[in-house]
């Protein structure tokens, strides 16, 4: 099975500044790979796939880059709305499709 | 506008059983490959079964093989997850979600299975 790593577990930053967060996979995934957003009390969102390409009516300030194993996931200036858990998650080995275990995007 | 809407979930004891059920609209539900994923209390997301649009393959996390199945009812526009020989570790949000190229496009809210004597 492979195994997603992200990284920091927690990232603190201040609004309008850029946040990177990271994700690893054990093994090459190609760019076979999603981002999810998950806000307290609420379902995950889908953000990304294809490791690059922004879901439907995903603000342009997200943007993922990568492929093979190495991801990021840049969000260029934060806004309030999003300090939240985000997750990355491998789809090139099927099933399952593994997540990372999310990164916490806290206000500095 | 697609909606999931997942129902069923509960208390129960160890060893009981419960059945789940997701509520789909918004799309031709039988175009799509369904999913079951779980995240226990203030833990990450957890894969836990599949089933393709015509019912005709199923797939199971190592964890819940040979105790949870998954089913659909295309009639209905409904995808169930039956949940036997529950355990504590199985205590989690269940969300029903719809695939889209093998990721998840959208995902219901929830329902909350609490496994506990």
């Known amino acids: 099975e492979i195994v997603m790593t992200q990284s920091p577990a927690t990232l603190s930053v201040s609004p309008g500044e850029r946040a990177t967060l990271s994700c690893r996979a054990s093994?090459?995934?190609?760019?076979?790979l999603a981002w999810y957003q998950q806000k307290p009390g609420q379902a995950p969102r889908l953000l990304i796939s294809g490791a690059s390409t922004r879901a439907t009516g995903i603000p342009a300030r997200f943007s993922g880059s990568g492929s093979g194993t190495e991801f990021t996931l840049t969000i260029s200036s934060l806004q309030s709305e999003d300090f939240a858990v985000y997750y990355c998650?491998?789809?090139?080995?099927?099933?399952?499709?593994?997540f990372g275990q999310g990164t916490r995007l806290d206000i500095k | 506008e697609v909606q999931l809407v997942e129902s069923g979930g509960a208390v129960v004891q160890p060893g009981g059983s419960l059945r789940l059920s997701c509520a789909a609209s918004?799309?031709?539900?039988?175009?799509?490959?369904m999913h079951w994923v779980r995240q226990a209390p203030g833990k990450g997301l957890e894969w836990v079964s599949l089933?393709?649009?015509?019912?005709?393959?199923?797939y199971y996390a190592d964890s819940v093989k040979g105790r949870f199945t998954i089913s659909r009812d295309n009639s209905k526009n409904s995808l169930y997850l039956q949940m036997n020989t529950l355990r504590t570790e199985d205590s989690a949000l269940y969300y029903c979600?719809?695939?889209?190229?093998?990721?998840?496009?959208?995902w219901g809210q929830g329902t909350l299975v609490t496994v506990s004597s």
């Open positions: 979600a719809k695939e889209r190229h093998q990721y998840f496009d959208y």
């Open positions: 089933i393709t649009w015509d019912g005709g393959s199923t």
């Open positions: 918004g799309f031709t539900f039988d175009d799509y490959t």
């Open positions: 998650q491998q789809y090139n080995t099927w099933p399952p499709g593994t």
């Open positions: 093994q090459s995934v190609s760019s076979n």
